[in-house]
Every structure is written in C-alpha cells, then in structure tokens.
C-alpha cells in the first residue's frame, strides 16, 4: 500500500470536527433565540435596552451559524456536497411554496389558528432533514 | 459512466475506507462510485488515476463512447 498515503487530517476527523463545531453554534443559537423570547417577560420585565441586547446577540449567534454552517458544507466532499444541494433546493422550494397558501388560509381564517413564522421554520426544518436522510439512502 | 475502481481495489485488497480515506472522501461516495450511483468530478478522477499510477481513461470509460466502439 504504498501510494496509499492519505491527507494529515482525514476526511472523517475533518467532517466529525466541523460537525461539532456546527452543533455548537446551532445549540448557542437556540439558547440565545429562548433568551430572545422569554427574557423580556420572565428575565427583565420588557425592558427596552436588554431586548435589544438579546436581538443583537441572536443576530450574532446567528451569522456565527450560518458561517459554520457554511464551513460544513464546503468541506463536505463531493457526493455529500450533492446530497446537500439537493436538500437546500427542496427546502427552499417547500418553504416558498407552501408560506404564501399558508398566509392566505389564515388572511381568510380557513385555518383555525393564527399562521406563525415558527410554523415555517418548523416545516423547513422537516423538510431539511427528511431531504438529507432521503439523499443519504439514495446513494448508500 | 462506468469504472473499474472496485477491480482496481480489489487487486489491492484494499478496504472502500481505506480507499476513501487515500482519496480524501467518504467510504459512501467510494462505494456510490463503484456501484455507479455517482459520477467523480474531474478532480477526484485524477486523484485517483494518480492513486492507481493510471490513466484515467483506464479507470473511468464514458459508456456511450464503449457502445460507440463496439458498433465500429
């Protein structure tokens, strides 16, 4: 095996690193996006000043995700890289195509509660990670 | 787009992780390329083909091209 040398950091040290280091932020950002919506009202009685501090540090806890996120995906090698593209593709699709019925059916009250944006995160999560395993299996 | 990657490893007695880990890529984009699922970009291509001391023509073969020959 003598031309099998392979790279200092492996593909799967590599990959299991940036996997922890993307559930970081994704769990720092939870965190921070509950303090965003519960502070006001359990934690500092709607005071103006530490609601504003909460959106900032959701908004910066936020980028930091997107960009380990980012990093995730970039170092994905080329089939997992696919796999990804084609769940972002049909994430976004489902988003765009199911929010704006959504909104109608709760304009004109056809839906019997109020159409909430947690409601389409949750949709597009789903979405997410049912495209993923799909893609997974698809090409195991 | 067929290959001989699962021949050439075979003759090697060398592992799809084993093989995935010289290439830098994961054992399941090893194994989605043998069993034809998936196409190598270029660059994974050579890797290979540098992997084997081959070319890549005598790795990858563009299957319509096979057909093509075989009907000449």
């Known amino acids: 095996m003598n031309q099998l040398k392979p790279p200092e950091i492996s593909y799967k040290s590599r990959t299991c690193k940036n996997t922890i280091r993307l559930a970081c932020w994704g769990g720092a950002w939870v965190a921070a996006t509950a303090l965003m919506g519960f502070g006001p009202k359990f934690l500092w009685n709607k005071t103006l000043v530490f609601t504003l501090l909460a959106v900032g540090v959701n908004v910066a806890v936020g980028v930091g995700m997107i960009l380990a996120n980012k990093r995730y995906i970039a170092e994905l090698d080329e089939l997992q890289q696919r796999v990804y593209l084609n769940a972002l593709a049909i994430t976004v699709g489902v988003a765009v195509v199911a929010s704006v019925p959504f909104s109608v059916m709760d304009r004109y009250h056809v839906i019997p509660f109020h ?14 990670v049912v495209s993923v395993a799909y893609g997974n299996w698809r090409y195991r | 787009m067929k290959n001989r990657l699962k021949v050439l490893r075979a003759e090697r007695n060398w592992t799809q992780a084993q093989l995935a880990d010289a290439l830098d890529v994961s054992r399941q984009t090893v194994n989605a390329i043998e069993t034809g699922k998936f196409d190598p970009s270029l660059p994974l291509a050579f890797r290979a083909a540098r992997l084997f001391a081959l070319h890549i023509e005598e790795i990858f073969h563009d299957e319509d091209r096979s057909s093509l020959a075989t009907e000449s």
């Open chain 1, 115 to 128: 159409a909430d944006i947690s409601d389409l995160v949750m949709l597009m999560s789903l979405t997410y």
